[in-house]
C-alpha cells in the first residue's frame, strides 16, 4: 500500500471548478476586484463605442494591471502570461486571457484616469489601515517627515502620504512602460515541437539516455586517469621509499555531474571543456607573459 498520496492530473472534473474554491477568503487578489468593483469606472465605459467584438470591462483589465504593478509583476506580456499561469491573476480575469496587446493599449489610452483610479484604491486601503498593498507601502514610512506622533494624523501630513502615494504610481506606471518596451524573456515558452505530452516525455527520455551516455564516457575517462595517477604515485614511493607530498588524488564519482547538459535541437553538440573556455574566454595581457611577484601589476 502506498503511502504518498495520489496525484492524478487526467482525470476530469465532474463539475466545473470554481476558481473561487482556490483562492484563500483573504488573498489581495480578492481586495484588489472588490475595490474596483466599487470604483466609478464611468469615465471609462463611456468611450467605448460599442462597435466590433465585445471588449473586456475596464474593471477587469483595471485590477489585473493594480494587482500586478502592486505585486511586482510589471509588462503586459508577464500579466498575460500569468492570467494562465497564476491563480489570482486566473480570478481576476474570470479565467480569460487578456493579451498583452490589449492591456498595453488599455494602459497607454486611459494613462490618466488609471492613474487617478490606481492613487483612489491605495487611499481606500490606506483609510482601511492597511500598511501595504502587495509591495506598495501605505503607511508614510518612506517620509522624512518631522512630524510628531500627535500630529501625524494632521491635513498636512495627510497630503504629504498622498503625494507620496501619487508619485509611488507614477513610478510603477513607468516601470510598467519600461516593461513593455522589453522583449519576453526566453525560456517561458517551449518549443511548438515539444507542445504534446507525448513527444515531449520521449524527447526528455532520450535527453537524459544521451546525458546518462556522457556521464558515463566521462567516466571512464576520469578512472584512467585517476588510476594512472595513484600508479604514478605508487611508483614514486616505491623508487624513493617516501610517501609523496600532497593529497591523494581522489576517485571520480559516478553519474551525471552538475554541468552534464544536451542539446534537444542538436544532440550531436557538446559544450566545450571549461579549460577551454577560460583559455578563450580570458583576454592576455603583457604583465602577465612574465613571471613577477608583486600585486596589483604595474
Known amino acids: 500500500m502506498s503511502h504518498f498520496r495520489q496525484s492524478d492530473r487526467d482525470t476530469q472534473y465532474l463539475l466545473p471548478p470554481s476558481m473561487d474554491e482556490w483562492l484563500p477568503k483573504d ?36 485590477a489585473l494591471l493594480i494587482y500586478g504593478y502592486a505585486t511586482g509583476t510589471f509588462g503586459s506580456r508577464r ?6 499561469d497564476s491563480v489570482a491573476f486566473r480570478y481576476i480575469a474570470a479565467n480569460t486571457h487578456p493579451d498583452h496587446d490589449t492591456l498595453c493599449a488599455f494602459r497607454k489610452r486611459f494613462l490618466p484616469e488609471i492613474e487617478r483610479l490606481f ?20 503607511d508614510g514610512t518612506k517620509i522624512h517627515a518631522n512630524a510628531s506622533r500627535h500630529s501625524a494624523l494632521s491635513y498636512g501630513y495627510a497630503q504629504t502620504i498622498e503625494t507620496q502615494l501619487q508619485e509611488e504610481v507614477k513610478e510603477l506606471l513607468a516601470r510598467a512602460e519600461r516593461a513593455d518596451a522589453e522583449p519576453l524573456p526566453e525560456g517561458l515558452n517551449i518549443p511548438e515541437e515539444l507542445a504534446r505530452r507525448e513527444v515531449r516525455l520521449k524527447a526528455i527520455q532520450e535527453a537524459k539516455a544521451e546525458i546518462e551516455a556522457r556521464a558515463a564516457e566521462r567516466l571512464a575517462a576520469e578512472q584512467a586517469e585517476y588510476e594512472a595517477m595513484v600508479k604514478a604515485r605508487t ?6 621509499g ?3 607530498r600532497g593529497k591523494s588524488p581522489t576517485p571520480p564519482s559516478a553519474g551525471p555531474g552538475a554541468d552534464d547538459q544536451v542539446n534537444l535541437t542538436d544532440p550531436d553538440s557538446r559544450p566545450p571543456p571549461a579549460e577551454h573556455l577560460s583559455r578563450a574566454t ?9 613571471r613577477c611577484w608583486w600585486w596589483p601589476p604595474p
Open 242 to 244: 617516501k610517501k609523496p
Open 27 to 62: 488573498h489581495l487578489a480578492r481586495f484588489v476586484v472588490d475595490i474596483v468593483e466599487q470604483l466609478d469606472l464611468s469615465a471609462l465605459t463611456r468611450q467605448y463605442r460599442g462597435a466590433g467584438s465585445a471588449a473586456y470591462h475596464p474593471a477587469v483589465l483595471l
Open 282 to 290: 580570458t583576454p592576455k595581457r603583457p604583465w602577465m607573459l612574465t
Open 79 to 84: 500579466i498575460e502570461q500569468a492570467s494562465h
Open 235 to 240: 611508483d614514486k614511493e616505491e623508487h624513493t
Open 119 to 138: 492613487v483612489e484604491v491605495l487611499r481606500i486601503a490606506k483609510q482601511m489601515k492597511l500598511l501595504k498593498l502587495g509591495t506598495i507601502a501605505l
